[in-house]
T-cell receptor
Framework: SQQGEEDPQALSIQEGENATMNCSYKTSINNLQWYRQNSGRGLVHLILIRSNEREKHSGRLRVTLDTSKKSSSLLITASRAADTASYFCATAAFSGNTPLVFGKGTRLSVIA | EAQVTQNPRYLITVTGKKLTVTCSQNMNHEYMSWYRQDPGLGLRQIYYSMNVEVTDKGDVPEGYKVSRKEKRNFPLILESPSPNQTSLYFC??????????????FGPGTRLLVL
């Protein structure tokens, strides 16, 4: 399995600080995605980065991908209490009709 | 509104009593999938379907069945539920074309307790 592993498992920060979460995976990928899950709810797609990309931005989110190290990081800048959630990375071996393989997630708590 | 719906949202049942969790999407997506989420284990894929009448096992298919007779529906069937199937279940779908072909859309989840 190419399941991703997020690090840390849990992260607690003050509002306004930056939060960084890391994801490592085992095999070659076509793309890597980050999802967010509020407690007990469905996952929501945040951002996708393809294997030929190194960095991507979306609002306060910044994602990097290092295929040589098989790792990715998600940076949330100027965090808010509303960012409190679990964050999952998911990898796809190929483009299109292939399953996503999810990691176990990082639980982020942003304290106001 | 584009969405994935699941029913029921909460279910308590007893061991051995067959149950079905329905999943429906209104986005004309070809790909649909079922996951279970357990503490410390993250999301694990149960079954997926690339299109009507095409289904494949995921990582943890034992004890589950699925069918894909229509594009919009992908029910999850537990023929004889057991307590180790107590979990939070998610259905998801995605398209296979265009710029957003990789993004999965998730339902709200079904929390199942098997006594």
């Amino acid at each position: 399995s190419q399941q991703g592993e997020e690090d840390p498992q849990a992260l607690s920060i003050q509002e306004g600080e930056n939060a960084t979460m890391n994801c490592s995976y085992k095999t070659s990928i076509n793309n890597l995605q980050w999802y967010r899950q509020n407690s007990g709810r469905g996952l929501v797609h945040l951002i996708l980065i393809r294997s030929n990309e190194r960095e991507k931005h979306s609002g306060r989110l910044r994602v990097t991908l290092d295929t040589s190290k098989k790792s990715s990081s998600l940076l949330i800048t100027a965090s808010r209490a509303a960012d409190t959630a679990s964050y999952f990375c998911a990898t796809a071996a190929f483009s299109g009709n292939t399953p996503l393989v999810f990691g176990k997630g990082t639980r982020l708590s942003v304290i106001a | 509104e584009a969405q994935v719906t699941q029913n029921p949202r909460y279910l308590i049942t007893v061991t051995g009593k067959k149950l079905t969790v329905t999943c429906s999407q209104n986005m004309n997506h070809e790909y649909m999938s079922w996951y279970r989420q357990d503490p410390g284990l993250g999301l694990r894929q149960i079954y997926y379907s690339m299109n009507v009448e095409v289904t494949d096992k995921g990582d943890v298919p034992e004890g589950y069945k699925v069918s894909r007779k229509e594009k919009r529906n992908f029910p999850l069937i537990l023929e004889s539920p057991s307590p180790n199937q107590t979990s939070l279940y998610f259905c998801a779908s995605k398209t296979t074309g265009g710029d957003f072909q990789e993004t999965q859309y998730f339902g709200p989840g079904t929390r199942l307790l098997v006594l």
